[in-house]
């Protein structure tokens, strides 16, 4: 498999390991504030990143990476940062799979954002499927 098809591969084990970070986060939630939570649990990742790229050869100079890119990446720690915070809140009062499915629906925003600032250009297909996974989320966040 070639690095542009890998994509696929890669996608499957993040999903994979965002379903089992639902289900650990909502067990270890319970008796702990959220935010505190999210905060051990980012902890966590970057001391586990930090050894990965340590041993994998891929740390550079900080001071090597462009402003621009620098601007970026910060803009989306940011924006992880208040992901998890709120995903923890919701995870504390409500149950792991409408909260999962409610997150997950983000995919229409991604595809709404990546459209007006990226350029790119979902096909009919892309965007029934887009649809599809939005409609059950909101399926999913309604109780019976």
Known sequence: MDMTGQWFFWALLSAFFAALTALFAKAGVQGVHPDLAAFIRTAVV???????????GAW????LIPPRTWSFLLLSALATGASWICYFRALQSGDASAVSAVDRSSLALVALLAVLFLGERPSPRDWLGIALVTAGAALMAFKR
Request: hydrophobic residues 55%.
């Open 46 to 56: 970057v001391m586990v990143l930090g050894a990965f790229v340590w041993k994998s």
């Open 60 to 63: 550079t100079d900080p001071r």
